[in-house]
C-alpha cells in the first residue's frame, strides 16, 4: 500500500474511505454512549439498578454470540458484515425516538434496543479488527490502528459536545436520531471501498463446535494472549461499575445538566485523542509489550479524583482523571490490538478476535449489574471509588506475563502458536 511521508495511509483511498466511515459511525456511537442512559435517567426516571441492567444489556451480546460469531464471519465477506451491521443499527435505535413520539417508550423497550444494537456490534467489531489486515498489510498495523484511533478519539470529544447540546434542546429520545443517522452514512460510505476480499474458503462440512475450539485453543496457548484477555476482562468489569454510576453521579448528585456532563465526557474524548497521537511513540519508547500495562498503570489511579469532588467547579477539574484514563486506555489499546492482529494467522483472525472479545468483553454485563446494584447499597460515588481500585489491578495478568518485558513482537509467534 502506498504512503506519503506526511499522511501515510490516509493517501489511500480505500484507507481514506474506512477512515471516514469510521468517523461517522463512531460519533454515532459516542453520542449513545451519553444518550440512551439519559433516555432511562432524565426521560423514564428510572432507579440506579435499572440503569446498571440496561448496561448489562448493551454488553450481554458478547456473551450469547461471541465465541459463535468468529467462526460465522470467517465464513463470509468482512466488508459486507460491516455495511450490514451498520444499516442494522441505524434502524433499531430509530425505533426509540418512534417509540417515544407514539407514547410507547418504556425501560423494556430500551432494553430489548441495547440487547440487539449489542448483538449486531459484536458482529461489526469482528468484522471491523479482521478486515483492517487485509486493507492495509500486516506491516502497517501499528499506523493504520493509531490513525483509526485518532479519529475515534476525535468523535469521543463531539459525540458527547453535540449530544449534550441536543439533549437539552431536542431531548434524549429525540437524539437518538442523529446517532441513527451516523449509523446508517457509516455504512454507505463503506459500500464505496473499492478493495473487494475473495470469498473465504470453507470446507464441505463447516463444523461451528470445531471451529470455536480452535479459536479458543489458540488464544489460550499463547501466554501473551491470555494474559491480554484477562487483563482486559478485569479492567473492563470495573470501568463499567464506574461508567454505570457515573452519569447518576453527575446528574443526581453533582446537578449537572446534560451539556455539562457532555462537556465532561468531551475532556475523555481529549485524552483519548492525546492517546492516540502518542501510542506509537509510547510502544517505541518502552516496548509493545510494557506499554500495555503501564498505561493502565500510571492512569487508572487518577479515576479516584472524580468521586472526590464536590458540588461546582472542582468537579470539572475531576473530569482529569477521565481523561487520563482514556489516555491511557486508547495506547494500551493500539498497542495490543496491533500485537494481536500481527500475532495471528490470517485464517484465525475472526475467531481470535471473537474469543477476546467473548472474554475480554464477557464481563461487561456483570460490570452494569453489579455496578447497579453497588450504586443501589452503597451509592453512586462508593461504586466510582470500587471501580477505580478495580480498574488500577487490572494491570496484574499484563505485568506477570512475558509482556512485562517484551520491546517486540517474536517474529516467529505466531507460527509456533498457529499449530
Known sequence: MPKSSRFGLLRDRDFGRLFAATALGQLGDRMIFLTLPLVAIAALHVDEFQVGLLTAMTAAGSLLVGLPAGAWVERMRKRSVMISTDLARALVLLTIPMAWWAGLLTIWWLYAVALVHGVLTVFFDVAYVSYLPHLVGRGNLMEGNSKLSAIRSVTSIGGPTIAGPLVGLVGAPATLLASSAGMAMSGLLAITIRKHEQKPETSEHPQLSREIKEGLKFVAKHPALRAIMLGDATFNLFLVMYQTMLLVFLEREMGL?????????????????LGALLATRVSKWVGQGPAIWLASLVTCPLTVLMPLARTGWNVYAAAIGLAALSLGGVVRVVAQSS??????????????????????WGGIPFGGFLGGASGSAFGATATLWIGAAGMTLSVLPNFLSPLRTMRTLPAEGAHEFAR
Not at 445538566?257 to 485523542?273: K, N, R, T, V, Y
Not at 500485537?339 to 475480554?360: I, W
Request: glycine share 12%; net charge positive.
Open 257 to 273: 445538566q446534560p451539556f455539562g456532563i457532555g462537556l465532561i465526557l468531551s475532556g475523555m474524548g481529549c485524552g483519548a485523542l
Open 339 to 360: 500485537f494481536q492482529q500481527a500475532l495471528t494467522p490470517d485464517r484465525l483472525l475472526s475467531r481470535m478476535s471473537a474469543t477476546a472479545r467473548f472474554v475480554s
